[in-house]
């Protein structure tokens, strides 16, 4: 067999797709290009190819970053929130402890007198969120506000971002009967 009779047969022949094996081992190779338009392979993208190209991509750049800024802002409120409930605990736990250590000392000033609680809370010895105002319960259990010390009863209320923190302390002992609090 001649070589031209081998390379007319080789052309009836089409080649595998993307390897050739042999005597020599695996060899890979491309498949033969196709001419594309009238004069034959194209020479790179077109102008209008390539500003489309870039205006899509700056579109979704600019959608993407405006997602996630608003993703990465939002996700520090819950953080936030939990810092500030847990300083308002520790502010009520505070009032709670002084509160425990004055009816000790002296119930009949605990609540209020010169050093009492409702008197520190005014002078904001506690900060600017904590609020305190007397309170009664009529017999439906609504609660009536008291302007003055009339009630032996005061509502500590400590605002914090997600919920306020509310307690009820009481000038409930008597000298004789009353046994110490234990905090």
């Keep these: 067999m001649s070589a031209d009779m081998e390379i007319n047969r080789m052309k009836k022949i089409p080649p595998a797709p993307f390897f050739e094996g042999?005597?020599?081992g695996i060899s890979f190779f491309l498949p033969p290009l196709k001419k594309r338009g009238r004069g034959g392979f194209p020479q790179g993208f077109t102008l209008v190819e390539v500003i489309a190209t870039i205006l899509v991509t700056a579109i979704l750049g600019a959608i993407f970053i405006n997602f996630m800024g608003t993703a990465m802002s939002k996700s520090t409120r819950a953080i936030d929130l939990v810092q500030d409930e847990a300083a308002s605990e520790a502010v009520l736990e505070r009032i709670v402890a002084d509160y425990v250590l004055r009816m000790n000392q002296d119930y009949s000033t605990a609540l209020d007198g010169l050093d009492g609680i409702k008197t520190r809370i005014a002078n904001k010895v506690y900060g600017a969120k904590v609020t305190a105002v007397y309170i009664n319960f009529d017999a439906s259990g609504n609660p009536l506000y008291l302007s003055s010390g009339t009630s032996r009863?005061?509502?500590?209320?400590?605002?914090?971002?997600?919920?306020?923190?509310?307690?009820?302390?009481?000038?409930?002992?008597n000298a004789t009967a009353s046994p110490r609090i234990a905090f």
């Design 22 to 24: 042999g005597a020599r």
């Design 153 to 173: 009863t005061l509502q500590v209320t400590v605002a914090a971002a997600g919920n306020d923190l509310t307690t009820l302390l009481t000038q409930s002992r």
